[in-house]
């Protein structure tokens, strides 16, 4: 049974920095992609950033990027996703998801979900 268990979220100002963790269990499969995803009261799920082991990532949504890192420790099966100069826009519930493929940039690939974790950005 696939589980993944996200912690790091919070609340904090504009221009601050958050980091969340994901600890992902019951992934045997050596092909296997991590990623998150956010969902707002404004925008649909989506895409934010994905890690590759496969060499050819990582992926990020556009408005991400040069402000998140995703990285990968292999050995823990866990992933990192580094937060800077947060933005109100970046609010929302963020999710771990995974997959099985070494296609880790196509978001509608992923298929497991971890319960996620709220950011809250003031500004």
């Known amino acids: 049974q696939?589980?993944?268990a996200e912690s790091g979220?919070?609340?904090v100002a504009a221009g601050g920095s958050l980091r969340l963790?994901?600890?992902a269990s019951g992934l045997t499969a050596s092909n296997k992609c991590l990623a998150w995803f956010r969902l707002s009261s404004t925008n649909p799920r989506e895409g934010v950033a994905a890690a590759d082991p496969f060499g050819r990532?990582?992926?990020y949504h556009k408005s991400v990027?040069?402000?998140f890192t995703?990285?990968?420790d292999n050995t823990k099966n866990t992933v990192f996703l580094q937060m800077l100069d947060l933005?109100?826009?970046d609010s929302g519930m963020y999710y771990c998801a995974a997959q099985i493929s070494y296609s880790c940039g196509a978001w509608a690939l992923y298929k497991y979900w971890g319960q996620g974790?709220?950011?809250t950005v003031s500004s």
């Open 65 to 67: 990027e040069g402000r």
């Open 70 to 72: 995703i990285s990968l």
């Open 2 to 4: 696939v589980q993944l």
């Open 21 to 23: 963790s994901c600890r």
């Open 57 to 59: 990532g990582p992926y």
């Open 87 to 89: 933005k109100p826009e």
């Open 9 to 11: 979220g919070g609340s």
């Open 117 to 119: 974790t709220q950011v």
